[in-house]
């Protein structure tokens, strides 16, 4: 049971061994707890039914020491019909209004208690949903943003892909272009050795200016069954890329 920090609890905790187990003057328990009480009570005096007792001044009655300390009884002014305890020591002393007292006073910080207990536990519960809530919001957006950045992810692919085909078509053209000329070389080549005096006969093949155009002939058809091939293999990586692309889009766009 927690009742906070008030004069009330302190007391209480410090004074039980003696207040309810041992049997103590009860001019001082009364004055222990005027003066523990003082500033607490003056704020709020229960009016009628606030107390089992309380026809009268609470405040009053607890402060009401003049009696207790000269006579050595307890009066319990203003509660009930001036209510005496008894002696210390007599068989009937029975301290019973102020253990009343103590158990309302009690009872209702517990009940204070109880009420910030609950209000604890729903501003709890509050946090813990507003958490939930923004821990949800939190994904959500993630989502969304993961959603964005994979749309622009796809689409980088994509335009990645089409750039590699799109110099790839390039080199492809400059091959066949490299490809032509080199042809129209070869066939220089040809037209010059299918003259009438190669064709007839009438001509050293030993002659080096002879030799160095059939080595430049067949140079150039070598390059050229390389450039084919080099030819062959850009379209084959075009239609690779280009098949890839379509299933890409298909997938994920």
Partial sequence: MALGGSSLSSFVIRQKDHFFRRKVRPERAVNALADAFIEDLHREVPGPNAHPNAT?????????????????????????????????????????????????????????????????????????????????????????????????????????????????REEAGRVERSILRMTGFISSYDDYFARDEFATGRWDISKKSYQRKLRARQKLRDRVAKAYERLAELDRRMMVYEEGLERYRQRYQ
Avoid: C
Avoid at 68 to 76: A, D, E, F, Q, S
Avoid at 88 to 113: T, V
Avoid at 137 to 146: H, N, P, T, V
């Fill in 56 to 168: 009268g001044n609470l405040l009053d009655s607890l402060t009401a020491r003049s009696e207790v300390n000269t006579t050595g009884y307890l009066w319990w002014v203003g509660v009930g019909d001036m209510a005496r305890l008894g002696k210390p020591g007599e068989k009937a002393y029975k301290p019973r209004p102020i253990k009343r007292f103590l158990d309302w006073y009690l009872e209702r910080e517990e009940a204070k208690h109880e009420e910030r207990r609950k209000r604890q536990q729903e501003l709890a519960a509050e946090r813990a949903a507003r958490a939930r809530q923004r821990e949800e919001y939190k994904k959500q957006r993630l989502a969304i943003q993961d959603r964005a950045d994979w749309g622009r992810y796809v689409q980088s692919q994509i335009d990645k892909t089409e750039r590699l085909i799109h110099r790839l």
